[in-house]
């Protein structure tokens, strides 16, 4: 069996290799001009037909982002010839996967892009790619940074309500304090942040309070259950937790029910999920923040929608969509109820 | 003897044959996807999308074409995403709080990518650890090993000349592209005229044979592992280049994705088989799902059924390929 192929030698290989690199970097430099692209574009953005909004979260998949989807599907309803299109990547560390999909919605040529920025320094970029492009954007829950003067952020004042929530913590953990977890989810993305913010500037004013663990969930519900159990078996005098979103408060009250701490270690949180209400109905939680990401859906494409019906001259503000502390005694309220089941007919706003 | 030669040069050939009629089938699969996604959705083919999709496979690709050498020695390596990651984050860690120039840095990163891959080599040539748990335990050492530093957050400050390589153009050719050439190329190359080619191949084919006409196994088969590693770090700095950042949370799941694509284009997890051109077919058929997925408004969650049942099909025509040769003789 003869082979006719040539074998090449080592020194031919190299030599091929050199030439290629050597090759490569005369393009280089001999200024075959390398840049980054920039997408053609731009115009004014005021539009009399059909209206094509993409509205895309930080991931599919949690009850939070399933009521954004209501309210800016609702949004849509109420106006004539706007669609919208709803669609996200699967994890919400998934940065890479969510820039992608926003790039495919602007090559898609959507009129505006609402969505929520999973990185606040990365996503940027794409929204200065898309005002160039001539799309309105509108960021719901989370924004970017910098945040682009022409781009509004309708969401939670997180700092605020993180405040809110940790000062009744320390108001039910009285003067004599305790010890505190403390479950974040996704260092780097602006609602982590801030929830962070909000919650460290009251310990800091209440030295009672002693945070003995930091673990984050990795908005992961079983990395929450894991992180917490093994939170609960390091500190056995653990007062009380708090979780920044739903798959925390979510693995910490489920990792207390099992040790049989359920009741006794006071979990504060964020979301409301029908878990998470289910768990405060039974004392497992205190509290949680409860935000309105029905409005922020609803907001959000309203903003986006005004903008370009009314073409340049409307400016965008930025809005505080609000928050509301949810415990065992107001859980039953209408209002509480118009926003944890937020609907067209009924909503929240 | 003769009639064994004779009979070895008609399995050889039929397997090339069938290795040909397989990438034929997949190139098939991508013309069609290509040409009914141009008719589907009107933007499909402007130019932006057709950047867009170039861009968004270009690490997958690079990735993918390490993959394949290691599944052509009947191999697997599970940490590419953690390994790609981990020099990305690395890369841009040197450019940034160790003040190293782009390109060096990148080299760098690379290096960490192959550093990684010596380990797995090493592990699977030396050790004799079966492939799959060698890579396995580097997926999640890889994984932890970048969240220590950087505690999962991200890694900014990139000088603006690190964009260029995986968002940058040279003139109207997007550079992410240019990469993806060079790297395919260099591969074709290694994979069919080079001793490395020829022995991952024979390797793959029939370990023990191998081994007894004198190919030293421990030498090559790390090297394959080195390379794959070092090809997963250089995707790792293509997409931090496409984020301007090192991210730590990068790659989860793209293991899976350069698998799928070696296997499409042709390769064969049993070893002995596998292309870089079926490979770069298998890689852009993926990438056409998920591009058309967006433009046509499918959910993303029948991309994952579609991927999923298309990896089925070239699997299974890879068996009955399989069971058609070894019947034949």
């Known amino acids: ?349 | 003897m003769t009639a064994t030669t004779e009979e070895q040069s008609r399995s050889t050939i039929r397997e090339r044959l069938s290795g040909v009629v397989s990438q034929l089938a997949a190139a098939g699969a991508l013309i069609v996807v290509f040409v009914f996604l141009s008719v589907a959705s009107p933007v499909f083919l402007s130019a932006d999308n057709l950047f867009n999709i170039g861009v968004q496979t270009s690490y997958t690709a690079v990735i993918a074409i390490g993959m394949t050498l290691v599944i052509i020695t009947a191999g697997i390596d599970l940490s590419v995403g953690s390994v790609a990651a981990l020099s990305g984050v690395v890369g841009v860690v040197l450019m940034t709080k160790a003040g190293i120039p782009v390109v060096p840095a990148i080299l760098g990163g690379v290096f960490v990518g192959g550093i990684c891959g010596l380990v797995n080599g090493l592990l699977v040539s030396v050790a004799g650890l079966n492939p799959f748990i060698a890579t396995l335990g580097m997926l999640s050492v890889a994984r932890g090993l970048v969240y220590i530093p950087t505690n999962a957050r991200a890694v900014f400050g990139a000088p603006d000349s690190f964009r260029l390589l995986g968002q940058g153009v040279i003139g109207s050719i997007p550079i992410p592209i240019i990469v993806v050439a060079v790297v395919a190329t260099i591969g074709y190359v290694v994979l069919s005229r080079t001793k490395l080619g020829r022995y991952a191949y024979a390797m793959g084919s029939n370990r023990e044979a191998a081994r007894l006409s004198g190919i030293p196994i421990k030498r090559y088969l790390t090297a394959v592992y080195v390379i794959s590693g070092a090809l997963a770090g250089f995707g790792g700095m293509i997409a931090s280049s496409q984020v301007d950042s090192g991210q730590p949370n990068f790659g989860m799941g793209l293991e899976l994705d350069a698998i799928a694509a070696a296997v499409i284009g042709g390769a064969s997890l049993f070893g002995g088989q596998g292309t870089v051109v079926g490979t770069l077919i298998g890689a852009f058929l993926i990438a056409l799902i998920r591009n058309g997925s967006v433009l046509l408004d499918v959910n993303i969650y029948y991309q994952q059924v579609i991927i999923g049942v298309v990896i089925w099909v070239a699997v299974l025509w890879d068996q009955y390929r399989r069971r058609r040769l070894t019947a034949a003789d």
């Not at chain 1, 190299?14 to 840049?35: D, E, I």
């Open chain 1, 1 to 349: 069996m003869s082979s006719v192929r040539r074998r090449v030698s080592r020194k031919e290989f190299l030599r091929l290799g050199g030439s290629g690199l050597a090759g490569a970097a005369l393009l280089g430099t001999v200024g075959c001009k390398a840049k980054v692209r920039e997408s053609g574009g731009g115009g004014s953005t005021k539009k009399e037909g059909l209206i094509r909004l993409a509205v895309v979260p930080k991931a599919v998949g949690f009850a939070f982002w399933e009521q954004v989807r209501i309210g800016a599907q609702c949004a849509a309803s109420k106006h004539k010839a706007v669609e919208v299109q709803w669609d996200g990547v699967t994890s919400e560390t998934d940065v890479n996967g969510q820039v992608n999909l926003l790039q495919n919605f602007i090559t898609q040529g959507v009129d505006g892009l609402v969505y929520a920025a999973t990185d606040a320094k990365v996503l940027h970029q794409v929204s200065d790619q898309a005002l160039e492009q001539g799309l309105v954007v509108v960021n719901i829950d989370s924004g970017t940074n910098p945040q682009p003067k022409q781009v509004p952020v309708v969401a939670t004042n997180n700092v605020a309500a993180a405040a809110r929530i940790t000062r009744r913590m320390a108001e039910k953990l009285g003067k004599g304090g305790g010890e505190i977890a403390f479950i974040p989810f996704q260092p780097g993305t602006e609602t982590n942040d801030t929830r962070t913010e909000g919650f460290k500037d009251v310990l800091k004013k209440n030295p009672q309070l002693d945070l003995v663990a930091t673990q984050s969930s990795e908005s992961d519900y079983n990395t929450a259950l894991r992180v917490t159990n093994d939170i609960l078996t390091a500190h056995p005098k653990l007062s009380a937790i708090y979780a920044a979103n739903e798959p925390g408060v979510l693995g910490a009250a489920e990792a207390v029910r099992r040790t049989g701490d359920a009741g006794k270690i006071l979990i504060y949180g964020w979301d409301t999920a029908p878990d998470e209400i289910k768990a405060v109905k039974e004392d497992v939680v205190v509290s949680l923040v409860a935000q309105n990401p029905f409005r922020m859906g609803y907001d959000g494409v309203n903003e986006a929608v005004k903008r370009l019906r009314g073409g340049d001259s409307v400016k965008l503000k930025s809005i505080d969509t609000g928050a509301t502390l949810i415990t065992k005694d107001n859980v039953g309220d209408p209002d509480v109820q118009s926003l944890l089941h937020p609907s067209c007919d009924n909503p929240p706003i």
